[in-house]
């Protein structure tokens, strides 16, 4: 662990993309396409959204200017970072096929090394999250380890909280509760420039590499404001919520819920955690050889959980029920975390607007009238 | 780099049985000559029909033969539907063995009911295999299985040979009776309530259709069997087989990792919710 630290001037972010390149790192982080902030693969600081932050609702995003030239001035990017650990299509082997059987080809793909520029922290908590699901809980997936181990992270820091944002209520920040290489804070003032500290050897050695000032107590102490700032958020998931809904698992809410629930499964495709995936197979017209992929799946669909005879959660009050009680209660059971950092992405990206938060007050409420607190 | 547990191994089909109409039985050995691991009776492994797909199958061979590679299974989808056509020289893919195991030493000491519903014979056989391996510690042993029709009694010849024998005890009912059955008529729970067992020192697997194995459960607790002494195996889709997919989540359990076995008292609450 190391405390190097320093300023790198907006004038001199491009050397920041020079040492990840000359590290043989494709830059991964937030950039303008399609009216939103995705993360995609930079070419340099230009990528960057410069003067563009979001603005987020239930069901609704919108990009809106800033006049402050900010480059991570947003909350959450579309999607998350799992698409670069764990991709939304990767081949797991390739076969040739033979007239009474098959062998091997291809395995998967070797894992490119990348870094992720501008990882929020409950996107970095959530990183966390993934690790414990595909790395060693007890096996290990090399597609997702080889990409973990070859991801160099620098984290930046929350300026502002969404309004869809309700990390402090997880445990997963406004501050980095993570290992990262470097942390990064933009600060906007007279002199843009940047707080960049190292958190790992590997970062330190970058930070050496970059053309980097003293920082002062005037820097460390814009970090802490912004961390302070982002703390203050309108949401926040009842405390409790794990094990109540462990218990109310047949309650008639769910069916409440799923009348405006249009499966549609955009909250899992968004959420940084959700891991669900199926398998694709297919051949070749001549039938010498057969491919097999991994896809993102989602537990709102009915193949999910098919089985001869049909599928086991046919209500869509059943599937809700998996996605959110997985999320928020029986993760605990399976990883020890909830699987839920708080970034909000599924009220932003639900169709109709359905708020987990919400949705787990009500439980709580309903819980609290059928069991009052005995005076 | 870690092992890449997703890679199937081809294996070779040395002798194909039609069990039942719909039920057949593939008897593999690995193209590579190399060794088959050993598996616990009750485990799986994933089969691979290449282009086709992937399910997850029960071992239900002799645990103490694994040299020998035996699944049991129904044709009823898209994967087990393409191996029923195999034939003996064509290979598919196997991976595994993976999941909990029925815990023979559980059972110990203690009488051992073995209630198996249709095809849920197959994943209890090695169980059968590796009690009667063991036979003399071990009290009364009982066999209650319960078919569909006369017609749809699985391992027929070898259900035939254990009931000949005197330290076994098998009962078998169907829920239709055809020909000239004139054997039990009735779900098998009925067996469980004629007990010929001590409660109170029962080890019992039970493996069937998921509402079977509930009421079946149920029966044996009744009858004063202890839920922890009761271990029954789920049934879910699985696409990857390592707590990877998702798909075979049940509550905060992944059946793949977690199961296929589980004991009773730990999954009772689940199991009567419906669609979970």
Known sequence: MSTASGILSRNDLSALFDALAARGLEVIGPTVSEGAIVLAPLDGPDALPAGWTDVQAPGAYRLHPRD?????????????????????????????????????TEGAPPPPRQAFLGVRAC?????????????????????????????????????????????????????????????????????????????????AALLADLPLTPATDRDTAARDRQITQAADQTRALPPGTAERLGRMLDHAHWNAVAARCLSC????????????????????????????????????SLDFSYIHGGSVRESGASRYRQWMTHKLSSWHDQFGTSGCVGCGRCITWCPVGIDITEEAATFAAVDAARHPVEA | MTADLMLPRAFRITKVRRELADTFTLVLA???????????????????VPGVGEVPISISGDPAQPETLIHTTRAVGAVTKAMWSLKAGQSIGVRGPF?????????????????AGGIGLA??????????????????VLILYGARTPDDILFDKQVRDWRGRFDLSVHVTVDRATGTWSGNVGVVTKLIKRGGFDPHHTTAYVCGPEVMMRYAADALVAKGVASTNIWLSMERNMKC??????????????????????NHAAVADLLPLTDF
């Open chain 1, 265 to 300: 499964g955009n909250c899992t495709m968004s959420c940084p955690t959700c891991f669900c995936a199926t398998v694709e197979d297919s051949s070749s017209l001549d039938g010498a050889t057969a491919e097999r992929h991994r896809v993102w799946d989602s537990c709102f």
């Open chain 2, 30 to 48: 690995p193209d590579d000559d190399g060794p088959v691991p050993p598996f616990q009776p009750g485990q799986f492994n994933m089969l691979y």
């Open chain 1, 123 to 203: 996107d970095l908590t959530a990183i966390t999250r993934l690790d414990a699901v595909f790395q060693g809980n007890p096996f290990t997936d090399p597609i997702y380890a080889g990409r973990r181990a070859g991801a160099f992270i620098i984290a930046v820091t929350c300026a502002q909280a969404g309004p869809m944002c309700f990390c402090a209520s997880m445990d997963s920040g406004p501050d980095l509760r993570a290992p990262y290489d470097v942390a990064l804070t933009e600060i906007l003032e007279s002199d843009h420039r940047f707080l960049l500290e190292a958190g790992s050897a590997e970062g």
């Open chain 2, 99 to 115: 999941g909990s195991s029925w815990p023979v030493e559980a059972a110990l000491g203690d009488d051992v009911v073995i209630v």
């Open chain 2, 241 to 262: 087989a390592i707590g990877f997919c998702g798909h075979c989540q049940w509550g905060g359990r992944f059946v793949c990792k977690d199961g296929p076995v589980f």
């Open chain 2, 123 to 140: 994943p209890l056989r090695p169980l059968i295999h590796a009690v009667m391996a063991r036979r003399a510690e071990f009290g009364k």
């Open chain 1, 68 to 104: 402050d030239g900010a480059l991570f001035g947003h909350t959450t990017p579309v999607g998350g970072w799992k698409r670069f650990l764990h991709p939304p299509t990767v081949r797991l082997f390739q076969a040739a096929t033979t007239a009474d059987g098959f062998t091997i």
